[in-house]
């Protein structure tokens, strides 16, 4: 007997019917045809997407994956790789961007340890879920086995099964890994053959020096790795923990009919992966925003993906798609609330 | 005894010290400098224009100003002067956008009829300000004597006033008024010196002989008008009841200290004719979102603002200020709430 991996499993459609239904109710609204913009492809794109005609952003799901990244070792990141897990903490304490906005969101908030350097203890609002303690140096070797690949994707899966357990009506998958830009920037430059200068920017902050360094470890990365694009094989040799487990996460809510919102260069480069490997999860992401990081608008042009906002914003964390979600929120209400031109008496100007 | 018109008083200037002071604790929170992007200008933005280090926008003030344009006589819109009436109903009775996102916003929302050409009963959330029935047609003569202009200015800055006595944290100023793109239009070619071209789009959605029918009306207005460029001889010429309120509330809240946030085309109209009258005004603005209609770009680009959604909305009402408010919220609330380096136990890199 041979087991199917989750992420190998088919991927449903988007449910059209409700989503026509949806327009032809945007029509009867009170006000000019299309004049709400975006927020009503929004809203019927999450009509297909929850198989109703009136969708809602209510439920929302925030699942941050932490893992720690051995290209630090090549001096890439202006953070120490111990700030992941002081992160991971700060996050479960509430005191992280994505903890202030899941709690006015009234989101459900989960912390996953895929694999930080620094052990962490048993803490309230934190999955430990260690694959190992952080990748291997990408610009020297694999940064994961293909074992550790799996079970990192499993663990996205998981994080998915358990959202559609609850009902979730949006996932948010957002990230902590000093060093990760680094690793993102790497796997882009595999799957969209792009040299290190259109992809790698300075992440949290770095200067030219160690700029230099960061570019010079993707070159390497890429240099070692060749010429192979198979999606899972890119995100082996060149990704990180979190980044496998978000790209498990994409699958899995696809595949159980939960739209996932994207936020950042991270999380768009797992989309990426995602898409690369089943092109049908593509019709359940939405993007959030785009990032000031240098290679995100490359991904997000691979994607042919336009992002709700442009705040100039490059934190991470899911940060930016915490900022988004009242933008569908807005737009679901609005489907929902508004009074039709019959129900409020006003002329519709036919 | 001279009595000095309110909108003629001085406006005084945020506080520096607040800004500066807020910006310095954005420096402290766990998050790389910068990375949240705009938001951070956001809150120190607002730290000066509320006088406190830690700025909120959980009292939000939306008004709704109303008024029928005589221009309609022109052929300029697809809807009937009828409707602005209606829609003054359908926005109290909760069925607007205007009246979904204020509800869910948690905001107070006052509908004014400055003069709707349907006459209104009392009715629970209207206020009557009854200036005149619409204006004149601006085609052929001044849209407003002077009287009605500051009858209406006075109107927007009365708006003003029990939003500093409910001590609005913003005041959102919207408009529903059918025919006002075309007057809007009228006033941003006579200030801004641009032809109809640049300026006149579909509003509600006309077809391509109305729009021809709209340009040449403005083409009309703006050759009666002339070369006046005094920005309120210009909104009395060429403006509406509602875009005179508009722009006394703009002044209005500036000369009270209360932040405004500008919606679409019509409001930024309003916010033109009060710069261009007081320019300490801008200091008190912020822009909600670009338009998709024709002249709004010109209009932004006059103010030099960035606003913060480009969703391709074209509704009115204050609807594109009522999505972006939770952007507001967030910047302010991560600002507030986020912990710092020290009292997180997080290495903050240096």
Request: aromatic share 2%.
């Amino acid at each position: 007997m041979t087991m199917t991996h989750p992420w190998e499993q088919p991927i449903p459609t988007p449910n059209a019917a409700c989503s026509q239904r949806a327009e032809a109710h945007q029509a009867r609204l009170t006000k000019p045809p299309g004049s709400l913009g975006r927020l009503e492809h929004l809203a019927s794109t999450l009509a297909g997407q929850q198989g109703t005609v009136f969708p809602a952003v209510e439920r929302v799901r925030i699942v941050v994956f932490a893992g720690d990244h051995g290209v630090c070792d090549e001096g890439v990141s202006a953070f120490t790789q111990a700030v992941t897990a002081q992160m991971v903490r700060n996050i479960a304490a509430g005191g992280a961007a994505i903890s202030v906005l899941a709690r006015h969101l009234h989101a459900t908030l989960e912390v996953i340890n895929t694999g930080t350097v620094t052990p962490l203890p048993q803490l309230p609002g934190v999955r430990a879920a260690t694959v190992a303690r952080g990748t291997r140096n990408l610009a020297r070797q694999p940064a994961m086995t293909a074992a550790e690949r799996d079970e990192a994707l499993a663990v996205g899966d998981a994080a998915a099964q358990r959202a559609a357990d609850a009902q979730a009506q949006l996932f948010i998958g957002g990230e902590m890994g000093i060093g990760n830009t680094t690793s993102a920037a790497a796997v882009a430059g595999a799957l969209l053959g792009l040299p290190p200068e259109a992809l790698v920017g300075r992440g949290t902050g770095v200067d030219d020096t160690a700029l230099a360094r960061k570019r010079a470890a993707v070159a390497r990365g890429l240099a070692r790795h060749g010429d192979a694009r198979a999606p899972l094989g890119v995100l082996a040799s060149l990704g990180g923990l979190e980044i496998a487990a978000l790209t498990g996460a994409v699958l899995g809510a696809a595949r159980r009919r939960v739209p996932f919102l994207v936020d950042g260069f991270i999380v768009s480069i797992a989309a990426l992966i995602a898409v690369r490997h089943a092109p049908a999860s593509a019709h359940w992401l939405h993007f959030a925003h785009r990032s000031r990081e240098t290679g995100h608008g490359a991904v997000l042009e691979a994607l042919n993906a336009q992002p709700l906002l442009n705040l100039g914003m490059r934190l991470g964390e899911g940060s930016g798609a915490g900022v988004a979600v009242p933008l569908m929120q807005a737009a679901c209400r609005l489907h929902r609330e508004m009074a039709t031109f019959e129900s409020a008496g006003v002329s519709d100007g036919s």
